[in-house]
């Protein structure tokens, strides 16, 4: 087994598909090849990944009206190829989004200086995270990475208090969800405490972006258009604002 090789898990009866990011003595660490999550594994546990196809990451079709000035989004990513993906789903759907690679423990270091240089209109805080098996799901240390998620909400939320002005969607595979939600996220991950895919926040935020102020967001339908449908959040009007053309 090196870096880089995809693998499965075979006491996970190769469930997911990940690719070995590092190797310390006899384990592996792990990243989801599409589910935003970190783990670590023997490597007696992995066998190699045959790729057969190419994957393929498609988006769901956001029907919105055509003469919207859709929302700003700030996208904060914990992964290099995930904020690539992203940054591309964002043209497709024609949103102005501004994208940044940092380390999850990065991420509280920059969030102000980020806000006053881009006055998104939503801010997207995800990356990778994932939660020890077997561990206390209402203790944040539990949780790989939601600490530093919660910090990113903690210190945004200081420099823009209202939850109408600024929309957070936060989180990432197993994240903690009812701290984030706590700490000020509008949309957050996992409910249930399960794998989301590394398009969902992307998907949320657009759906936000592109629905108008006038109206709460039709969560049903939101949740609907994501993957994994483990998101969650609370009453939130869109960031889409109607134009009008006047002629002769």
Excluded: W
Excluded at 17 to 45: C, H, M, T, W
Excluded at 101 to 117: G, H, N, T, V, W
Excluded at 150 to 164: F, G, H, L, P, T
């Amino acid at each position: 087994m090196e870096i880089g090789n995809l693998v499965t898990r075979i006491s996970h009866n190769h469930d997911l598909v990940f690719q070995i990011i590092n190797i310390i003595e006899n384990k592996a660490i792990l990243k989801g090849e599409i589910y935003r999550l970190v783990a670590d594994s023997p490597l007696e546990d992995l066998t190699k990944h045959e790729v057969k196809n190419k994957t393929i990451l498609s988006l769901p079709s956001l029907n919105f009206e055509a003469k919207l000035l859709r929302g700003k989004i700030l996208h904060l990513d914990g992964d290099q190829y995930y904020l690539k993906k992203a940054m591309e789903a964002y043209r497709s759907y024609s949103i102005n989004a501004d994208g940044y690679y940092l380390k999850e423990s990065d991420m509280p270091l920059y969030i102000e200086k980020l806000l006053y240089k881009h006055h998104p209109d939503i801010l997207v805080v995800t990356g990778h995270d994932s939660l020890s098996k077997g561990q206390n799901i209402k203790d944040i240390n539990s949780y790989r990475n939601s600490k530093y998620f919660v910090e990113v909400i903690k210190k945004a939320r200081q420099v823009v208090m209202s939850k109408d002005e600024l929309v957070i969607v936060a989180g990432a595979c197993q994240s903690f969800f009812e701290a984030l939600i706590d700490e000020g996220a509008n949309f957050a991950s996992s409910p249930d405490r399960k794998n989301i895919h590394l398009l969902d926040p992307v998907i949320v935020a657009s759906f936000i972006a592109s629905s108008t102020i006038s109206k709460d967001i039709d969560f049903n339908k939101l949740l609907s258009d994501t993957y994994s449908k483990q998101i969650g959040g609370i009453e939130t009007k869109g960031k889409a604002r109607k134009y009008y053309l006047g002629g002769k």
